[in-house]
């Protein structure tokens, strides 16, 4: 295609085809700690596209949503392993996160109308301090619920397809991983050729992704497009027909419409949803994302997960002296540690005087991601404010996902909304 076809085409013009459905070709990905929501979910679903649920942390995003007390009962039962040491023995009891995934999705699918799917997002780098036990539990659990679909992240997921062959959905779901480069996807299926099932759909995320990256802090020298085309010819060399899906930095529909056209069949998209009225993030936070600009993007290794990660500069979770929480939470734990809790020992050790010590290398992912103190944003945040209009409280609008949602499919010649205060407080 040309320039100007390019320009005036809109994501309308392209349809994803999983495995027979055939969808519209946007994807909101999951954002976890329940960022991207049940509600923010449904929309994409009921508007013909994918959404996702996260399963971060399900179990505490249940208690809150379903008043269970998961969290606390796992806080009093391990009180005795509280302090800095090893957190050998502090496990998740399986059938509770069974109970509490299922509940979770079951929920969301008796909900779901309309054409498009749900899925759920499963990050391999929550431990949970039995990484295998407890991920099978987790996979399996939302197959049950009935989820339409997983999306494998955070890990290259060498196991993860045989922890479901048993499963009776197995087949019938739609499965598929996020990777960041041939290399992984390649490492994946030949892991994964035993169980005698292709992934259903790839995603492909680049370097200006929210959330954690699949990059080391040399990120900026890749680009979504360059993977994009690298995975295609692998697929095509490989003689794999695998639906792709781009992401990371897709900001308008015409951006998406780029990547459709250089042979992508779906884009997942998360940043512009973080200030959709269905987002998670409290009310307040959205506005700290609408006012960032774009020095105030960075991406550090805070994480405790090893992976970079892209956040607000002003995030709480940074520098925080919040006490590692591993009795209540503990989803990153791997052996009994975890990289904040042996970032919190060391200090207390080299200074024995200091009460709260300040961690400046890592965070308490859990604590921080679950409080919503950790504001982590794709590249384009500082952008957001293009597509909202302030109201005369002087707070931005939060538009609903509908509209960020038709804005995608609909949007040409590199445009994003503009909506004026007229329709902003039409649609309050
Ligand atoms: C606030 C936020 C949280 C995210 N959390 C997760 C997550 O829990 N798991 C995951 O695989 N990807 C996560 N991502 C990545 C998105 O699913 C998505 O692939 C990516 O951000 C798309 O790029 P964009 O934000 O530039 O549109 C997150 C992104 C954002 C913005």
């Known amino acids: 295609m040309n320039i100007v076809s390019t320009l005036s085409a809109t994501m309308e013009d392209f349809r994803l085809n999983l495995g027979g459905t055939e969808l519209k070709p946007l994807v909101i990905g999951g954002m976890g700690v329940n960022i991207s929501t049940k509600a923010l979910a449904l929309e994409a679903a009921r508007l013909g596209g994918i959404g996702h649920v996260s399963d971060a942390m399900l179990p505490d995003v249940t208690d809150r949503l379903f008043s269970t007390h998961f969290t606390a009962l796992k806080a009093k039962f391990f009180r005795h392993l509280a302090g800095l040491g090893f957190k050998l023995g502090m496990n998740f009891d399986t059938i509770d996160i069974a109970r509490h995934t299922r509940r979770y999705v079951e929920d969301v699918m008796s909900a779901k109308t309309g054409p498009g799917l749900v899925f759920i997002n499963v990050m391999e780098k929550l431990t949970m301090n039995d990484p295998l036990k407890t991920l099978k539990a987790r996979l399996n659990a939302a197959l049950d619920a009935g989820i339409d679909g997983i999306s494998l992240s955070a890990g290259l997921h060498t196991s993860s397809f045989a922890m479901m062959e048993e499963n009776p959905r197995f087949r019938d779901a739609k499965l598929g991983i996020v990777v960041s480069s041939a290399r992984a996807l390649n490492i994946f299926l030949r892991r994964t050729a035993k169980t005698n099932r292709l992934p259903d759909f790839v995603v492909v995320e680049g370097p200006l992704a929210g959330g954690h990256l699949g990059f080391g802090m040399n990120w900026s020298e890749f680009s979504l497009p360059s993977i994009v085309d690298e995975v295609l010819a692998f697929l095509k060399s490989a003689n794999l027909s695998i639906p792709v899906i781009a992401g990371g930095g897709v900001f308008s529909g015409t951006d998406g419409v780029r990547l459709l056209e250089r042979g992508a069949a779906g ?138 949602f038709n804005d995608y499919m609909t949007g040409r010649n590199d445009e994003v909304m503009h909506p004026t205060l007229e329709d902003a407080m039409a649609s309050k």
């Open 267 to 404: 884009v997942q998209v998360a940043t512009r949803f973080t200030v959709s009225k269905e987002s998670g993030l409290p009310d307040p936070v959205k506005q700290v994302y609408f006012n960032a600009e774009a020095e105030d993007v960075v991406v550090n290794g805070i994480s405790p997960t090893g992976y970079p990660m892209r956040m607000l500069r002003q995030s709480p979770a940074i520098c925080s002296n919040a006490k590692p929480q591993c009795e209540a939470y503990g989803y990153l734990l791997d052996k009994g540690d975890c990289q904040y809790l042996r970032a919190y020992r060391e200090q207390v050790a080299a200074d024995p005087s200091v009460k709260a010590p300040c961690i400046a290398e890592k965070t308490c992912l859990c604590h921080q991601m679950r409080n919503f103190k950790l504001w982590t944003c794709g590249a384009t945040t500082h952008r957001l404010k293009e597509t909202s209009v302030k109201l005369p409280d002087g707070t931005w609008w939060t538009p609903p996902a509908e509209a960020i």
